[in-house]
């Protein structure tokens, strides 16, 4: 099964999949990816973008080969905000969306106390298309 969680940063979803996901299951999330890529004393949130381009790659990568392997093991695939085409293949592929949204004023709150600023950026931009995505995912959404 292919889970794809989306929301906002420091909504949860990272939490949400720990939570879930068992040892042999396959977690695709770019913060663990780019913080596996960094070197030794790189700050947890690096937004590097060399270092977030280089993720990316490995993201896309991971996630290629994952989806071959989602009739044996669990997928649990990280992707903030998909677009239309990204949410079509997913269905196409039975996947369950998952949205982690714990609301805006505690994902502000989050925002300030723990990740780079510009992250309040990326979950307006999320809470703005948050109405579309409900309408092209409706029948395949659960609320966290």
């Known amino acids: 099964m292919l889970y794809v969680v989306t929301g906002p940063p420091a909504a949860g979803k990272t939490s949400w999949i720990d939570s879930r996901a068992k040892p042999g299951d396959i977690v695709i999330d770019l913060d663990r990816i780019t913080r596996a890529l960094a070197g030794p004393g790189a700050p947890s949130w690096n ?8 993720a990316h790659k490995a993201r896309y990568a991971a996630m290629y080969e994952a989806f071959e392997h989602r009739d044996k093991v669990d997928v649990y695939l990280i992707h903030t905000m998909p677009t239309t085409k990204w949410l079509a293949r997913y269905r196409r592929m039975d996947a369950q969306i998952i949205a982690v949204d714990p609301g805006r004023s505690i994902v502000m709150q989050r925002i300030e106390a723990m990740r780079d600023p510009e992250m309040r950026r990326v979950a307006t931009r999320w809470y703005r298309s948050r109405a579309a995505t409900r309408a092209v995912t409706a029948g395949h959404t659960l609320e966290w």
């Open 47 to 54: 937004q590097d973008p060399t270092l977030l381009r280089v």
